[in-house]
């Protein structure tokens, strides 16, 4: 009788731990200072490609306040929300990051109406040097508020056709017929 009374509580306790976890994994504090208050300094671009599509690149030269940064997240929020006011999110993924020139480079790459009402998301464990358990910080970044003074490109991009893929290598890799 014990063994099964142990097994029943031991079940009970895994199910209490994993949804306290889940719960608790989920906060996250959206920070309402500016990039000069957290002393962030990024270039955010956006490259219109003339053909229905964005390139989005934010280069971070200074992580600021929030150092280190966890993650560069694409977020795309939703108009839906939570029953205690907050807000769900319609897709939000981590865009994988580069060093150049000592700087945190990410790139994304997606329809230009889509773009519109992107987010990118820089997100972190730490503020100020202290690490709050459980807790992430998040300074937003709207990326129509980048769009206005979009450089387009100047010759419209066109798809390779297969009958001229060949064509359009380089030579040293044109494939040769024998």
């Known amino acids: ?21 889940v719960q608790a994994f989920g906060m996250g504090e959206i920070l309402g200072e500016t990039k000069e208050q957290l002393k962030l300094e990024y270039d955010l671009t956006v490259y219109d490609h003339g053909t229905g599509r964005v390139t989005i690149t934010i280069k971070i030269a200074d992580e600021g306040r929030m150092k280190p940064l ?10 839906d929300t939570f029953s205690d006011g907050g807000h769900m999110s ?11 020139d000592g700087k945190l480079v ?3 790459h997606l329809r230009k109406d889509w773009a519109r009402r ?40 066109k798809p390779i056709s297969k009958s001229s893929k060949a064509s359009a290598l380089p030579a ?6 024998e």
């Open 172 to 177: 040293a890799q044109t494939p040769k017929t």
């Open 106 to 108: 990410a790139r994304a």
């Open 70 to 79: 966890r993650s560069v997240d694409l977020h795309f929020p939703s108009d």
């Open 118 to 157: 992107a987010e990118i998301w820089l997100s972190g464990s730490y503020l100020d040097g202290k690490q709050l358990p459980l807790t992430s910080f998040h300074h937003i970044i709207p990326v129509a508020k980048y769009m206005a003074n979009t450089p387009t490109a100047t010759n419209s991009a």
């Open 90 to 100: 319609d897709l939000s993924l981590s865009i994988a990051t580069t060093k150049e």
């Open 1 to 21: 009788m014990n063994l099964v009374t142990g097994t029943r509580t031991s079940w009970l306790v895994l199910v209490a731990v994993a949804l306290t976890t």
